[in-house]
């Protein structure tokens, strides 16, 4: 089983993206899939490298 989160890198740390070369999780965040087959995403949340969230537009469209 797999799901979908939107993660953003811990402030000032860089979070590589597996399977694409040299690319790094942008500091505004994007949705990662979390499955049982490749549980990087998983442990970087465990670590605390990264935090789980919402877009920044999704949040600023509730709040107002």
Request: hydrophobic share 40%; aromatic share 4%.
């Amino acid at each position: 089983m797999s799901k979908q989160v939107y993660v953003r890198p811990k402030d000032g740390l860089i979070v590589r993206i597996p399977g694409r070369l040299h690319e790094v999780l942008p500091a505004d965040g994007m949705t990662v899939t979390i499955s049982a087959a490749d549980p990087y995403w998983q442990r970087r949340i465990d670590d605390g490298d990264v935090i789980v969230g919402k877009p920044k537009a999704a949040a600023q469209k509730k709040e107002s």
